[in-house]
């Protein structure tokens, strides 16, 4: 069944040993494996909280490059670089997380990057759910 | 380098077409291929949500798994589907998540799993992270 992702996204995992190691699928992508450390888990995968990093840096990104383009700025070169740190008591989600923007291009300044920085968290979906708690902090390096 | 998973997490991405089409990886995995819906991407990989969604799937799983083997329940089949709905104003994320675990057990009652389904709350990081407003339902289904 196609559904309007617009409206509506649907995943599923399944576990595939006797610990933690899950296959996670959504639309027919290429399934991905899903594990925990030892020796609760075999490192056989992502973390549960490595595949929140790609989908907060996902999320940020895009919507960056969007309000970039619409600025009509070129993009050579671009990736997103993502740490989380955990709290160090239960539950050991992130207090702080880093997300640091590497991009070459001839025409976007520091002022543009700080521009549209601004702007993602209106548009970003991801960024949007996060507890207020949790500290995200988004820096740039712009080569030419 | 490789760092203290317990304590923080590293990922990144890279833009790897013209539009919005990233490669993804963290700590050796397999890549993970990232895009969007058209027009602004080419559904070339799992979109930003979908990540979402297995990082809470995965998480939320993982933590019921632990708690029902602390329990000493047998676990012969375990998947989790996901379905988040998505505002209708930007920022467009999910007001409300439905997560549905279905699992085969010869030993484990609907009171366990709503026992374990209540403590996952104070274990699952990625539960933790949200913002309180977007409403998480967790329901059952257990085969024998």
Redesign the interface.
């Known amino acids: 069944m196609t559904i309007d992702?617009?409206?509506?996204?649907?995943?599923?995992?399944?576990?595939v040993n006797q610990k933690?190691h899950?296959e996670?699928k959504?639309?027919g992508?290429?399934p991905?494996?899903?594990d925990?450390?030892p020796p609760?888990?075999d490192n056989l995968?992502?973390?549960?909280?490595?595949?929140?990093?790609?989908?907060?840096?996902?999320?940020t990104?895009?919507a960056l490059?969007?309000i970039l383009r619409k600025m009509e700025k070129n993009?050579d070169?671009?990736?997103?670089?993502?740490?989380?740190?955990?709290r160090a008591e239960?539950?050991?989600?992130?207090n702080k997380i880093n997300i640091q923007v590497n991009l070459k291009s001839g025409n976007i300044s520091s002022q543009d990057m700080t521009k549209a920085i601004d702007l993602i968290?209106?548009?970003?979906?991801?960024?949007?759910?996060?507890?207020?708690k949790?500290k995200v902090v988004i820096e740039f390096k712009i080569a030419v």
Do not use: W
């Open positions: 992702k617009s409206k509506e996204l649907k995943t599923s995992i399944q576990l933690l899950f996670g959504a639309d992508n290429n991905v494996s899903i925990y450390t609760l888990g995968g992502y973390t549960s909280l490595e595949l929140f990093l790609l989908s907060l840096s996902s999320c990104g895009s490059l969007v993009i070169f671009f990736e997103v670089i993502s740490n989380g740190y955990r239960h539950p050991t989600g992130f968290k209106d548009i970003c979906p991801v960024l949007s759910m996060l507890d207020a949790i």
